[in-house]
């Protein structure tokens, strides 16, 4: 028989005072008190899970869209920012839930087997890490918005969705691309209508004995007639090439929240009004041309044959 030490009592085992719950479960249907503190736990955490759950989302939502509205934040900023908040609030019901629920040793074990789980996930889900790390610069830098038109690679669309892991870009042929974050982090994205105006540029090509200004005239007029280019920026022209067989003259012109159709058929309706005008004022759009130079040299053209060699 083991002895404590004098004068001190052995220690007993602790036990977990059953709470109300169980103690409704034993007073009302007879249960044992091991099943009825287990029971009790159950709907202790599944009751405070919900209780804190619904609280969240009917107080602290609600909360936090007042702040970011007084931040001025815009959709595609707002968004993911909400649904952390919905995970934060998820997190803390459940924690909290455990805590009620008395389960103070199983949050002790899961916070061991988190530990080793994240260490192995970390190294298994790098490229998803990659892409959530380049999602949160999206939305801070804002190189892009919601409604932008973009373009990258070989790739240009419209953007809908912007998430922590990758942004839905809908293409000019109507196509969905989802695209990791990290491709449009890593490489040079160009935003034609970061100001909701497009610049376009067109080089017209008039002979070299046409009226250089005469064109620049009737190149600017057409820009001015026509409604879908906008007189502020107002349309310029420079003369930017000296080719072998045309002037190049370039102009420069832009439009207000263009889609693909808008740029497609404005810039038609304006090169075909500024070509019928030439064609009025006979200024000439010339051809490419290129001269070729040398000779051939035919040998017997009348086909008389040589004598062989060693024929008199």
């Known amino acids: 028989m083991t002895r404590g030490a004098p004068g001190v009592a052995p220690a007993a085992p602790l036990q977990q005072e059953p709470g109300p719950v169980a103690d409704f479960l034993i007073e009302v249907f007879g249960l044992d008190a091991p099943l009825a503190g287990a029971v009790g736990s159950a709907i202790t955490f599944v009751v405070a899970f919900v209780a804190i759950y619904l609280l969240g989302r009917i107080f602290v939502m609600p909360l936090v869209n007042r702040v970011l509205s007084a931040r001025d934040l815009d959709t595609h900023a707002r968004r993911p920012l909400k649904k952390l908040t919905g995970i934060l609030i998820v997190f803390v019901a459940v924690g909290a839930a455990f805590a009620f629920a008395g389960y103070g040793n199983i949050l002790t074990a899961l916070a061991t087997i988190g530990a080793a789980a994240t260490l192995a996930i970390g190294f298994a889900m790098q490229d998803v890490l990659k892409n959530f790390v380049a999602g949160v610069f999206i939305f801070t830098d804002k190189p892009f918005r919601i409604g932008d038109w973009i373009e990258w690679d070989d790739y240009a669309g419209v953007v809908e969705d912007i998430s922590l892991r990758v942004t839905r ?14 491709n449009l982090t890593d490489d040079v994205i160009k935003n034609p209508v970061a100001n909701e105006q497009l610049r376009m540029k067109f080089v017209f090509g008039i002979g070299y004995e046409d009226d250089i200004d005469e064109a620049t005239e009737i190149i600017l007029d057409e820009a001015d007639n026509h409604k879908g280019i906008l007189a502020d920026p107002e349309p310029s022209v420079r003369l930017t090439e000296l080719a072998d067989s045309y002037v190049g003259l370039q102009s420069r012109f832009w439009i207000a929240n263009p889609s693909r159709s808008d740029f497609v058929r404005i810039q038609g309706e304006y090169v075909t009004a500024v070509k019928n005008r030439f064609d009025e004022a006979g200024i000439n759009i010339p ?5 070729i130079s040398g000779g051939i040299d035919l040998d017997n053209v009348e086909g008389v044959a040589e004598p062989a ?3 008199d």
Do not use: C, K
């Not at 870009?169 to 990290?182: I, K, W």
């Not at 051809?287 to 001269?291: A, H, L, T």
């Open 287 to 291: 051809y490419p041309q290129r001269d």
């Open 309 to 311: 060699a060693g024929d």
């Open 169 to 182: 870009v809908r293409t000019f042929d109507n196509e969905l691309l989802t695209v990791p974050n990290s």
